[in-house]
C-alpha cells in the first residue's frame, strides 16, 4: 500500500521553509527521499531507517518517526534548486521494494 | 562507478504493436533491477522487480512482461501495446536490499498513438 503525502503542492519564495509529510497505515524499516526536476529521473536525497535517525543534506533534513509510521522532510531556507518534485518511498522489513508516495510539487520563486 | 542506460530516450509507437526497453548496469554485480512507470503528472509506479537472473517479481498484472537474461540487464516487453500504456520508463537499481539508495536510469519517454 503506498504512502501519503501531503501537502501534494506547496509554492514558496527563496529563503522560506516548507515541510513535506509522508504517513503509512502499515509498520516501516525504512523511508527514502527523492527529488525529480521535470522530465528527469528521481535522484535520491536520502535514507532513514527504523530508531528515529534523522539525517540532513545541505539545508535538507528529515526525520522518521516510526511508532507514528510517518516521516518529514524540511526544506530550510529554500533556494531556486529545491524546485521539483518530492517523493517518499517505504518499505517493509525483509521487503526487496519501495512503495512510493503521489508526489509534493515544490516550486520556489525568486 | 556505476552507471545505467535507458533506451531508447523517446519512442511513439501505434496501438497494438510490441514494444521492447532495455535497461543495462554498469559497474556493479547482482543488483536488484526493478522498472517503473510514471504517467504524466503522476507518481511512480512500481511494474516489475528482480534480484537475480530469470528471477521476475511482477506488481501490477498487465499487458506487459519482464526479463532478465544477463545479470545487468533487464528488459521490458509487450507483445500488444494500449493507449494507457504511455508514460516514462524508468529503470532502476540496488545493490542488496530495498535499504540501500536506488539508482535510476534516465528513463524513457513512451507515447502510445
Known amino acids: 500500500q503506498q504512502p501519503v503525502q501531503s501537502p501534494q503542492a506547496v509554492i514558496l519564495r527563496e529563503g522560506e521553509d516548507a515541510v513535506i509529510n509522508c504517513s503509512s497505515s502499515?509498520?516501516?524499516?525504512?523511508v527514502h527521499w527523492y527529488r525529480q526536476k521535470h522530465g528527469e529521473a528521481p535522484v535520491f536525497l536520502m535514507i532513514?531507517?527504523?530508531?528515529?535517525e534523522q539525517k540532513g543534506h545541505e539545508k535538507i533534513s528529515a526525520s522518521f518517526n516510526e511508532k507514528k509510521q510517518q516521516s518529514s522532510l524540511y526544506l530550510t531556507a529554500s533556494q531556486l534548486s529545491y524546485s521539483g518534485t518530492y517523493f517518499c518511498?517505504?518499505?517493509?522489513?525483509?521487503?526487496?521494494?519501495?512503495?512510493f508516495g503521489a508526489g509534493t510539487t515544490v516550486t520556489v520563486r525568486a | 562507478s556505476q552507471t545505467i542506460h535507458q533506451w531508447p530516450a523517446t519512442l511513439v509507437q501505434p496501438v497494438g504493436s510490441p514494444l521492447s526497453l532495455e535497461c543495462t548496469v554498469e559497474?556493479?554485480?547482482?543488483?536488484?533491477l526493478y522498472w517503473y512507470r510514471q504517467a504524466a503528472g503522476r507518481g511512480l509506479q512500481l511494474l516489475f522487480y528482480?534480484?537475480?537472473?530469470?528471477?521476475i517479481s511482477s506488481e501490477v498484472p498487465q499487458n506487459l512482461s519482464a526479463s532478465r537474461p544477463q545479470d545487468r540487464q533487464f528488459i521490458l516487453s509487450s507483445k500488444k501495446l494500449l493507449l494507457s500504456d504511455s508514460g516514462f520508463y524508468l529503470c532502476?537499481?540496488?545493490?542488496?536490499?530495498?535499504?540501500?539508495?536506488?539508482?535510476f536510469g534516465p528513463g524513457t519517454r513512451l507515447t502510445v498513438l
Open positions: 532502476a537499481w540496488v545493490e542488496g536490499s530495498s535499504y540501500n539508495e536506488q539508482f
Open positions: 502499515k509498520a516501516l524499516y525504512s
Open positions: 532513514l531507517l527504523k530508531g528515529g
Open positions: 518511498g517505504t518499505a517493509k522489513p525483509n521487503d526487496y521494494k519501495l512503495s
Open positions: 559497474g556493479t554485480s547482482n543488483p536488484n
Open positions: 528482480s534480484v537475480g537472473i530469470g528471477q
